[in-house]
């Protein structure tokens, strides 16, 4: 369940959701003055012009940071294309324009909520599944993050634009449903229209499923 605190100044409001923060710092680093884990509130929104703060959000690879604009300013846009880099060591950083769906066993789900930006665990270990919460880097989970290329198809390129249909199956891989680019953490990109990635952090076509799953106890919703 999500944890939203608020933090408001006369331009802007900005809403920080506890649970699915994976520090990765990215507001930190690019905007002290308005984001700084050793003030209280560590949130303080009139220290920055809502453009910059709004900026600096579009960065958080999370998504647990989003905003709301009281000056009329524009809302956050919807990612120009549908990217998912794989960090090594670490989760699936997506974008674009997600849809993330439960698994009740019909073909569509159910809506959990629409994103443009979401981190999911592939470590199997997470206690807020299907979001990371950095528990693979307290158990040790290890992956390069790279693609391997003599399996995967090179395919022409996509236009990795429109809906982007994200589903993690009950006790079994995430499917991402629609046009997407692959970036992996040597650089290469590849495409794809559907694939399954691995969650339970056993496969060994990392970072695609081969239905370890089945066979190594993981459980999930």
């Not at 199956?169 to 399954?196: I, M, P």
């Amino acid at each position: 369940m999500s944890k939203i605190h608020t933090y408001d100044s006369d331009a802007i409001q900005v809403q920080y959701d506890v649970k699915r923060c994976i520090h990765a710092a990215e507001c930190v680093k690019r905007l002290n003055v308005v984001f700084d884990s050793g003030k209280k509130p560590w949130i303080q929104p009139d220290n920055a012009s809502a453009d910059v703060i709004a900026e600096t959000i579009h960065a958080c690879p999370s998504g647990a940071l989003h905003y709301a604009r009281k000056d009329g300013g524009a809302s956050e846009p919807t990612p120009e294309h549908n990217t998912l880099h794989i960090e090594p060591d670490g989760p699936l950083y997506l974008r674009g324009d997600i849809t993330l769906l439960r698994d009740d066993c019909s073909d569509d789900g159910v809506l959990v909520m629409r994103e443009t930006r979401l981190a999911l665990c592939r470590c199997g270990l997470s206690l807020n599944k299907p979001y990371c919460d950095n528990t693979h880097r307290t158990l040790g989970f290890a992956d390069a993050g790279v693609v391997n290329a003599a399996q995967e198809a090179a395919g022409d390129a996509l236009e990795a634009r429109g809906k982007l249909h994200v589903k993690p199956f009950a006790n079994g891989s995430v499917q991402v449903l629609g046009k997407l680019e692959v970036h992996d953490a040597q650089g290469n990109v590849y495409y794809r229209d559907e694939a399954y990635f691995c969650r339970c952090g056993g496969s060994g076509n990392k970072p695609f499923c081969d239905g370890t799953h089945n066979s190594n106890g993981f459980t999930a919703e």
